[in-house]
């Protein structure tokens, strides 16, 4: 299990989170939602072991992250972030071999991941000539790759995985987060869309300033009243089965 246990971390005076808790278990889908600057980002951050709390611990299979080395770290979970900057003319099958354990089998490691981000026609593409969406679905199939050869179940952590996509790409990266979850992955996602929130997630944790305001499945957490309480809006809860879905009530009205 991959696990936060009462993180607390200041920066410029503020403390940005507060003896937040999070879990997440190998075969589920962990979804972290909060307004802006509620802390998903920075407890995000400290999970991928990209910073150190300053107060508590994350832990991999009860080991510290702090104990682990980068090269264990990385065969263990795959992170990918909001965005990534790559300085040279790579190809798209470069951009997705970065970082993977080399081998024979590396070729189709690349080719079955860019397959499942509906890239494959793409790997020999310049990635500077794509699109915003097609270098995050690159991205995806990097880690993807580096998931692929980890030690026990895998972990990977998708931070706002599906901000710059169209709602097909969207729907693809939902339907591969669940395949992944089937397969036995742990994933992690922090994601601003309440209603990919709803359809994806096992386990849903809201933050709000620095604090875990609300965990448990997307029924119990996106209800009117904790919406309310963590947004400061007002929404229509309906459903359509088997996941809630909102509606502000300024456009309901529209």
């Given at each position: 299990m991959y696990c936060a246990h009462d993180i607390g971390f200041s920066a410029g005076g503020r403390h940005l989170l507060e003896a937040a808790s999070v879990a997440v278990r190998p075969g589920t889908v962990t979804v972290l939602i909060g307004p802006n600057g509620a802390g998903k980002s920075t407890l995000f951050k400290l999970m991928a072991g990209e910073r150190r709390p300053q107060r508590g611990q994350v832990t991999l299979d009860g080991i510290d992250l702090a104990g682990l080395r980068p090269a264990q770290l990385a065969r263990l979970r795959a992170v990918l972030p909001q965005s990534v900057h790559v300085a040279f003319p790579f190809t798209v099958a470069e951009v997705v071999g970065i970082g993977a354990a080399r081998g024979r089998d590396l070729p189709a490691r690349i080719?079955?991941?860019?397959?499942?981000?509906?890239?494959?026609?793409?790997?020999?593409?310049?990635?500077?000539?794509?699109?915003?969406?097609?270098?995050?679905?690159?991205?995806?199939?990097?880690?993807?790759?580096?998931?692929?050869?980890?030690?026990?179940?895998?972990?990977?952590?998708?931070?706002?995985?599906?901000?710059?996509?169209?709602?097909?790409?969207?729907?693809?990266?939902?339907?591969?987060?669940?395949?992944?979850?089937?397969?036995?992955?742990?994933?992690?996602?922090?994601?601003?869309?309440?209603?990919?929130?709803?359809?994806?997630?096992?386990?849903?944790?809201?933050?709000?300033?620095?604090?875990?305001?609300?965990?448990?499945?997307?029924?119990?957490?996106?209800?009117?009243?904790?919406?309310?309480?963590?947004?400061?809006?007002?929404?229509?809860v309906g459903w359509a089965p088997p996941t809630p879905f909102l509606l502000p009530q300024a456009a309901s009205r529209a």
């Open positions: 080719g079955r991941a860019l397959a499942r981000v509906e890239l494959g026609a793409l790997a020999s593409q310049n990635y500077e000539l794509l699109s915003g969406g097609e270098k995050q679905r690159v991205q995806l199939a990097r880690a993807l790759v580096q998931l692929e050869a980890s030690e026990g179940p895998g972990y990977l952590l998708l931070d706002e995985p599906t901000a710059s996509l169209d709602l097909a790409q969207q729907l693809l990266v939902l339907r591969l987060m669940r395949d992944l979850a089937a397969e036995g992955a742990g994933i992690l996602a922090v994601l601003h869309d309440l209603n990919l929130a709803a359809m994806v997630a096992d386990e849903i944790v809201a933050l709000k300033q620095g604090r875990v305001a609300v965990r448990g499945t997307p029924e119990q957490v996106l209800t009117q009243a904790c919406i309310a309480d963590l947004y400061g809006v007002d929404v229509r």
